[in-house]
Nanobody, 122 residues
């Protein structure tokens, strides 16, 4: 089992920045990749960004390219999501997930955190 704990969510004005963190209890072969997803009220959970612990592979949703950056600190088993130029449409609960490979489908991840709320005011 892998436990994931997100932090860093909050309320920010449009154009502002937030940095989310996801601490993993351990890394295993089945949790070699980490992803960030988000779910807005009344909408499906959608992929935001993904990274392999090696840092050699990253993937982003088109809606966040150029604004969000995913990174990892392997020594601390922690993944970050730096979010800049935030927009009201970025408002959602953000979830961290762990899986074997980086993929933009939620079904490719076996472990999930509890989520952290991000609210962007206009």
């Amino acid at each position: 089992q892998v436990q994931l704990v997100e932090s860093g969510g909050g309320l920010v004005q449009a154009g502002g920045s937030l940095r989310l963190s996801c601490a993993a209890s351990r890394r295993t072969f089945s949790s070699n990749a980490m992803g960030w997803f988000r779910q807005a009220l009344g909408k499906e959970r959608e992929f935001v960004a993904g990274i392999r612990w090696s840092g050699l592979s990253t993937q982003y949703a088109d809606s966040v390219k150029g604004r969000f950056t995913i990174s990892s600190d392997n020594a601390k088993n922690t993944v970050f999501l730096q979010m800049n130029s935030l927009k009201p449409e970025d408002t959602a609960v953000y979830y961290c997930a762990a899986g074997a490979v980086v993929t933009d489908t939620r079904y490719g991840y076996d472990y999930w955190g509890q989520g952290t709320q991000v609210t962007v005011s206009s």
